[in-house]
């Protein structure tokens, strides 16, 4: 009993999407590979981590230009500048260049010293490299890291908010008892979707194994002819809980499947379920 998707193919399904594709893709660019799409399809992990990207990103959108920036104060440029033993002409960003305008903290001493020996230039121009070697990813990756931070405050001060009313209850989609294969007599198992109030819908699975058998413990959700399948993710012991892709229909794939799967790197169902039950959607 092998089933295969004909578009899965172990890069697929098993490579997780590094952290700058799926920054990129949080922030509006298409995934560049079909590969990268199916695998954000079938991935929870990847898929949780976009969605907490985008929600970030999405945040950032709605709120960015509601607030002005304040300009730190002259002391706090200073600090930076004393822990980074910096060069003397070094100065803030977006700071008028030494010698135009006002003479700023330092510059005196700036124009004494002959700047182009100075030994405290060597470690700012390999700063500068470094940066440009990473210039990318840090583009990408560190204004969504902002405004992640951004995002937990707000979400910081929500929690708080919410602490003082009941949290929504989940609601409860679908159910079903998970019954024994041949092979696996004596193992019992249920499943149970929830939707959360925010639209993500959760199985909960519980397992109770008959013998423990050399693998791991795929959770998958079947097409009732089985012909077509999509993996959740590892059961770890006996029981856990696995994120739903959006755009997997239910009623498409009502067949909750636990198998135990070698260690072999193959990606595809072993063909070996302890439990399989079918969701009353
Ligand atoms: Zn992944």
């Known amino acids: 009993m092998e089933q295969r998707d004909p578009d899965r193919t172990n890069d697929d399904a098993r490579a997780h999407l590094d952290a700058e594709a799926i920054a990129l893709i949080a922030i509006g660019e298409a995934p560049s590979t079909r590969g990268e799409s199916y695998h954000l399809a079938v991935c929870p992990t990847?898929?949780?981590?976009?969605?907490?990207?985008?929600?970030?990103?999405?945040?950032?959108?709605?709120?960015?230009?509601?607030?002005?920036l304040v300009a730190p104060a002259a002391s706090v440029w200073a600090g930076i500048h004393r822990e980074l033993a910096l060069a003397p002409d070094v100065?803030?960003?977006?700071?008028?260049?030494?010698?135009?305008?006002?003479?700023?903290?330092?510059?005196r001493r700036a124009d004494r010293a002959p700047r182009t020996a100075a030994p405290e230039a060597a470690p700012v121009a390999s700063i500068a490299e470094a940066r440009e070697r990473h210039g990318r990813m840090r583009r990408v990756v560190a204004p969504l890291v902002g405004v992640a931070?951004?995002?937990?405050?707000?979400?910081g001060l929500a929690l708080a908010w919410d602490g003082l009313r009941p949290a929504p209850e989940p609601t409860t989609l679908a159910s079903a008892s998970l019954d024994a294969l041949p092979a696996w007599q004596g193992s019992t198992g249920a499943?149970?979707?929830?939707?959360?109030?925010?639209?993500?819908?959760?199985?909960s699975i519980e397992l109770a194994?008959?013998?423990?058998?050399?693998?791991?413990?795929?959770?998958?959700?079947?097409?009732?002819?089985v012909d077509g399948l999509i993996s959740l993710g590892l059961l770890e012991g006996g029981?856990?809980?696995?994120?739903?892709?959006?755009?997997?229909?239910?009623?498409?794939?009502?067949?909750?499947?636990?198998?135990?799967?070698?260690?072999?790197?193959?990606?595809?169902?072993?063909g070996d379920s302890i439990v399989r039950g079918a969701l009353d959607v």
Do not use: M
């Not at 907490?52 to 999405?58: M, N, P, S």
């Not at 499943?191 to 199985?203: K, L, M, N, Q």
């Open 46 to 68: 990847c898929r949780s981590e976009l969605d907490q990207l985008h929600e970030a990103a999405e945040i950032a959108r709605t709120t960015i230009g509601d607030g002005a």
């Open 91 to 107: 100065r803030p960003p977006g700071s008028a260049p030494v010698g135009a305008g006002a003479p700023a903290v330092g510059s």
């Open 149 to 155: 931070a951004a995002a937990a405050a707000i979400g």
């Open 191 to 203: 499943a149970v979707v929830t939707e959360s109030a925010d639209g993500e819908r959760i199985v």
């Open 209 to 225: 194994a008959s013998a423990e058998g050399e693998g791991v413990r795929e959770v998958w959700l079947l097409t009732p002819e």
């Open 239 to 270: 029981s856990g809980t696995f994120v739903i892709p959006d755009g997997i229909d239910l009623s498409e794939y009502p067949i909750v499947d636990v198998s135990l799967e070698p260690v072999d790197g193959d990606p595809a169902h072993s």
